[in-house]
């Protein structure tokens, strides 16, 4: 080689780094070689398990039928679907409370603490409260200022309602707000004069109430107060004459009896929904995420505090998710005391104890929280626990603030719903923190918190801000940077910093948007309306909602929608203002209007494009366009929406900024017919993520259990093929982050057995092998 010419060795040695950098870049990574190998002994799913990343046109990376995030997806598309069955060891508590609780309450047998019933409290359960129904009396006003529990006949204090009482042939009858007080016409209820001489009447010719047979009345022979109505959960009829079951979290799951929101659990089980068998259990009722075990009884079986009985064995796949049992204040007490029985809950009962599906759409709670805690994922070990969930329902907290003296938004809460809740998180925050370890292990970082309201979690207390926040809303606060409500009762600008910290409403690199509850529709389901093609679609734009004080019975606040939804209509209005003006831009395939339709649905499933605009924060417009196969036009800079930020947003919808409104209908005129075409297709690839099927499942499993066959939302739904929804796009993502989040590489997770290739493991990128599907 001396004697070579020098250029020759430097052409040489040129060629010789690009062929190690060719082979560097090309051959299989370890990640590759151990897929391919996989593949070759299993025959996987070939949208689950591949050696190659299946790209979208829009660079998402498709995984079980939908386009991720990009590093989402490459991760999912080869180590989500690797993930095996672990042998996990579930402890069987059998700690006693004092007093058994005095029958008043749940024992919780792992803590040895009792949960106590609606109106008591102490250890064992054993002081009664006074919950009153009336503020102070004063001259002005003898049943005090108005609030929903106010109450001129029997207020029952356990739980701040008001009956009829004892006297009366029917003392059981709700007397909710206008019914006990007199009522001028036009005006309403006089909350300064109670009605007794109509409510507790036994004359027939008067407006009665509390001794009106039902019988007489339906058949017109005596007369009753059209304002008095069955409010309360429990009852059903004109006269609340049916009892009727009441809402609880999965039905106490068989194994109790529901106390209008409350589980009276059977011996031998406990927690919020009866789930939880103790050592007195029979092994046959166990759940199915208990299924099947293997019981490990201890070598000495004379344990004196039986705190732990034995254990039992179970196959389980992570991500693995533990759920506090806490104190019920936080949550059933919410449910059993509601004075509105449709708020915060995704489902009621008829008289004859049929399901009927609400569209409340802050059920989204109830039905995330059903689907954990019956999920193959739960566990009862927390030593084993990937994530930890905490279930406040701040969702009923939107409708308790201020209803009764008990429950008030002064004092401390500084006359805030917002600042009442932050308070409520804060004690929830210092009872799992001083009665577990789980906690302190990790700062919190490994805990979920869900958050209902409006705005999401921007009012989260400092102290769990480490958590994952579950929300419909993502602000990032990088353009919307305040309080963007018009309700000023939940304005969180006012909360100290030493009380709420400076955290943003929402950290997309941690948090997750959840899709708000919709009710399960049969009519829409059997229409089919999402499969319409374009040429089927004759709206080109559509959005149908509340378009502020340029219209009648718009919302007068300009804050409200942050001024978006108003510019909207001035740019586009179909349906003439107050001033009987249009939209400057108004055009005959494009609609924009403050007049509710009654084929509100069908007109979705007629639009190509439809506007997906906040409210005082979220709205559940987005959902409804995805469940009607339209393409979300988005305009609300700064914000996350449901599943935005693990979904690839921009294969199947399409976003606006705010200073481009006036711009928007061209914008979208100026897109491909063939780009159109193709995010209608994601659309109705990606609409089963935005429903809450599994809860409709769980549902109708429990009517059929209980009546031997399913109705006929559970017959239709259940002939639907499996598929993935809400809840297993929130696992899939739990998945995905347990192996990737940053903070977890300094965890002591080694002793821990993660059910994946340690491939798999490794933070870092994965070579792909591109195909453009």
Same mark, same amino acid.
């Given at each position: 080689? &001396?004697?070579?010419?020098?250029?020759?060795?430097?052409?040489?040695?040129?060629?010789?780094?690009?062929?190690?950098?060719?082979?560097?870049?090309?051959?299989?990574?370890?990640?590759?070689?151990?897929?391919?190998?996989?593949?070759?002994?299993?025959?996987?799913?070939?949208?689950?398990?591949?050696?190659?990343?299946?790209?979208?046109?829009?660079?998402?990376?498709?995984? &079980?039928?939908?386009?991720?995030?990009?590093?989402?997806?490459?991760?999912?598309?080869?180590?989500?679907?690797?993930?095996?069955?672990?042998?996990?060891?579930?402890?069987?508590?059998?700690?006693?409370?004092?007093?058994?609780?005095?029958?008043?309450?749940?024992?919780?047998?792992?803590?040895?603490?009792?949960?106590?019933?609606?109106?008591?409290?102490?250890?064992?359960?054993?002081?009664?409260?006074?919950?009153?129904?009336?503020?102070?009396?004063?001259?002005?006003?003898?049943?005090?200022?108005?609030?929903?529990?106010?109450?001129?006949?029997?207020?029952?204090?356990?739980?701040?309602?008001?009956?009829?009482?004892?006297?009366?042939?029917?003392?059981?009858?709700?007397?909710?707000?206008?019914?006990?007080?007199?009522?001028?016409?036009?005006?309403?209820?006089?909350?300064?004069?109670?009605?007794?001489?109509?409510?507790?009447?036994?004359?027939?010719?008067?407006?009665?109430?509390?001794?009106?047979?039902?019988?007489?009345?339906?058949?017109?022979?005596?007369?009753?107060?059209?304002?008095?109505?069955?409010?309360?959960?429990?009852?059903?009829?004109?006269?609340?004459?049916?009892?009727?079951?009441?809402?609880?979290?999965?039905?106490?799951?068989?194994?109790?009896?529901?106390?209008?929101?409350?589980?009276?659990?059977?011996?031998?089980?406990?927690?919020?929904?009866?789930?939880?068998?103790s050592w007195l259990s029979s092994l046959r009722?166990?759940?199915?995420?208990?299924?099947?075990?293997?019981?490990?009884?201890?070598?000495n079986n004379k344990q004196e505090n039986r705190?732990?009985?034995?254990?039992?064995?179970?196959?389980?796949?992570?991500?693995?998710?533990?759920?506090?049992?806490?104190?019920?204040?936080?949550?059933?007490?919410?449910?059993?005391?509601?004075?509105?029985?449709?708020?915060?809950?995704?489902?009621?009962?008829?008289?004859?104890?049929?399901?009927?599906?609400?569209?409340?759409?802050?059920?989204?709670?109830?039905?995330?929280?059903?689907?954990?805690?019956?999920?193959?994922?739960?566990?009862?070990?927390?030593?084993?626990?990937?994530?930890?969930?905490?279930?406040?329902?701040?969702?009923?907290?939107?409708?308790?603030?201020?209803?009764?003296?008990?429950?008030?938004?002064?004092?401390?809460?500084?006359?805030?719903?917002?600042?009442?809740?932050?308070?409520?998180?804060?004690?929830?925050?210092?009872?799992?923190?001083?009665?577990?370890?789980?906690?302190?292990?990790?700062?919190?970082?490994?805990?979920?918190?869900?958050?209902?309201?409006?705005?999401?979690?921007?009012?989260?207390?400092?102290?769990?801000?480490?958590?994952?926040?579950?929300?419909?809303?993502?602000?990032?606060?990088?353009?919307?940077?305040?309080?963007?409500?018009?309700?000023?009762?939940?304005?969180?600008?006012?909360?100290?910093?030493?009380?709420?910290?400076?955290?943003?409403?929402?950290?997309?690199?941690?948090?997750?948007?959840?899709?708000?509850?919709?009710?399960?529709?049969?009519?829409?389901?059997?229409?089919?309306?999402?499969?319409?093609?374009?040429?089927?679609?004759?709206?080109?734009?559509?959005?149908?909602?509340?378009?502020?004080?340029?219209?009648?019975?718009?919302?007068?606040?300009?804050?409200?929608?942050?001024?978006?939804?108003?510019?909207?209509?001035?740019?586009?209005?179909?349906?003439?203002?107050?001033?009987?003006?249009?939209?400057?831009?108004?055009?005959?395939?494009?609609?924009?209007?403050?007049?509710?339709?009654?084929?509100?649905?069908?007109?979705?499933?007629?639009?190509?494009?439809?506007?997906?605009?906040?409210?005082?924060?979220?709205?559940?417009?987005?959902?409804?366009?995805?469940?009607?196969?339209?393409?979300?036009?988005?305009?609300?800079?700064?914000?996350?929406?449901?599943?935005?930020?693990?979904?690839?947003?921009?294969?199947?919808?399409?976003?606006?900024?705010?200073?481009?409104?006036?711009?928007?209908?061209?914008?979208?005129?100026s897109l491909d017919d063939a780009l159109v075409?193709?995010?209608?297709?994601?659309?109705?690839?990606?609409?089963?993520?935005?429903?809450?099927?599994?809860?409709?499942?769980?549902?109708?499993?429990?009517?059929?259990?209980?009546?031997?066959?399913?109705?006929?939302?559970?017959?239709?739904?259940?002939?639907?093929?499996?598929?993935?929804?809400?809840?297993?796009?929130?696992?899939?993502?739990?998945?995905?982050?347990?192996?990737?989040?940053?903070? &977890?590489?300094?965890?002591?997770?080694?002793?821990?057995?993660?059910?994946?290739?340690?491939?798999?493991?490794?933070?870092?990128?994965?070579?792909?092998?591109?195909?453009?599907?």
């Open positions: 080689m &001396r004697k070579w010419p020098l250029s020759f060795v430097a052409t040489f040695a040129v060629i010789l780094v690009f062929m190690s950098l060719f082979f560097f870049f090309n051959l299989p990574s370890p990640l590759d070689l151990y897929t391919w190998s996989v593949k070759k002994k299993q025959d996987f799913d070939t949208n689950s398990t591949t050696d190659q990343f299946v790209f979208d046109s829009f660079g998402g990376v498709v995984y &079980r039928g939908v386009p991720w995030r990009s590093e989402i997806g490459k991760w999912l598309s080869i180590c989500g679907s690797t993930s095996s069955q672990l042998d996990i060891v579930e402890n069987i508590y059998g700690k006693d409370c004092k007093n058994d609780c005095s029958g008043r309450g749940i024992c919780n047998q792992e803590l040895g603490q009792c949960r106590c019933f609606h109106g008591y409290e102490g250890e064992g359960c054993s002081k009664k409260l006074e919950l009153g129904c009336n503020l102070p009396a004063s001259r002005e006003n003898p049943y005090g200022r108005w609030i929903v529990s106010i109450c001129s006949a029997h207020c029952d204090t356990t739980r701040a309602m008001c009956f009829c009482g004892e006297g009366t042939s029917y003392p059981n009858r709700p007397v909710t707000e206008s019914c006990g007080f007199e009522i001028i016409a036009h005006k309403g209820a006089n909350f300064t004069k109670a009605d007794h001489s109509n409510i507790f009447t036994t004359n027939a010719s008067k407006d009665g109430w509390c001794n009106v047979d039902p019988k007489e009345a339906y058949t017109k022979r005596v007369n009753y107060k059209r304002q008095c109505d069955c409010k309360y959960d429990g009852f059903a009829g004109i006269f609340c004459e049916i009892p009727t079951v009441c809402t609880c979290i999965n039905q106490c799951t068989g194994h109790g009896h529901c106390r209008g929101g409350f589980c009276e659990c059977d011996r031998g089980w406990f927690g919020i929904d009866c789930s939880i068998p009722q166990w759940p199915d995420w208990f299924q099947p075990s293997t019981i490990v009884f201890p070598s705190s732990v009985n034995f254990k039992a064995m179970v196959k389980k796949k992570r991500p693995l998710i533990y759920v506090y049992d806490i104190p019920p204040e936080f949550n059933t007490h919410l449910l059993a005391g509601r004075h509105f029985k449709y708020e915060c809950v995704n489902r009621l009962y008829s008289d004859k104890n049929r399901t009927i599906w609400t569209n409340q759409l802050y059920g989204f709670q109830m039905a995330l929280l059903e689907s954990i805690l019956a999920s193959p994922h739960r566990t009862l070990n927390g030593e084993e626990a990937d994530y930890f969930f905490v279930p406040v329902l701040d969702s009923c907290i939107i409708v308790r603030a201020d209803d009764t003296p008990h429950f008030r938004m002064d004092g401390d809460h500084m006359h805030l719903r917002s600042m009442l809740t932050l308070n409520m998180y804060k004690k929830v925050h210092e009872h799992i923190s001083q009665q577990y370890s789980f906690w302190n292990r990790t700062a919190g970082k490994d805990h979920i918190w869900s958050f209902s309201w409006d705005e999401g979690a921007c009012y989260a207390p400092k102290e769990i801000w480490n958590s994952t926040m579950l929300v419909h809303w993502g602000n990032t606060n990088s353009v919307h940077k305040n309080s963007t409500t018009a309700y000023n009762a939940d304005n969180w600008d006012r909360i100290p910093s030493d009380r709420r910290g400076d955290h943003p409403c929402f950290d997309p690199s941690k948090d997750l948007v959840l899709p708000s509850w919709k009710q399960p529709d049969l009519g829409v389901l059997a229409q089919k309306l999402w499969e319409r093609q374009r040429a089927n679609r004759k709206i080109f734009f559509y959005f149908n909602g509340n378009l502020g004080s340029a219209y009648t019975n718009g919302r007068v606040e300009t804050r409200y929608s942050m001024g978006i939804r108003q510019k909207v209509a001035i740019e586009f209005g179909s349906t003439p203002d107050k001033n009987g003006k249009l939209g400057r831009q108004h055009s005959e395939d494009v609609v924009v209007t403050p007049i509710r339709s009654s084929n509100y649905f069908n007109e979705l499933g007629n639009s190509i494009f439809c506007g997906v605009f906040p409210g005082d924060g979220w709205s559940g417009r987005l959902e409804d366009c995805i469940m009607q196969g339209s393409i979300p036009v988005i305009v609300q800079d700064g914000i996350f929406l449901p599943h935005e930020n693990v979904l690839n947003y921009e294969s199947f919808a399409v976003r606006i900024h705010e200073h481009q409104i006036p711009s928007m209908i061209k914008i979208l005129r075409d193709l995010k209608l297709s994601n659309v109705r690839a990606v609409r089963t993520r935005f429903h809450y099927h599994d809860s409709v499942l769980l549902e109708a499993k429990r009517q059929k259990k209980l009546f031997g066959k399913f109705d006929d939302f559970g017959v239709k739904f259940s002939k639907l093929e499996k598929y993935d929804d809400v809840f297993s796009t929130f696992l899939q993502a739990l998945h995905y982050k347990l192996h990737n989040d940053v903070w &977890r590489r300094d965890l002591d997770d080694h002793r821990r057995n993660l059910g994946v290739p340690k491939e798999c493991l490794k933070r870092t990128k994965l070579k792909v092998h591109i195909q453009r599907s």
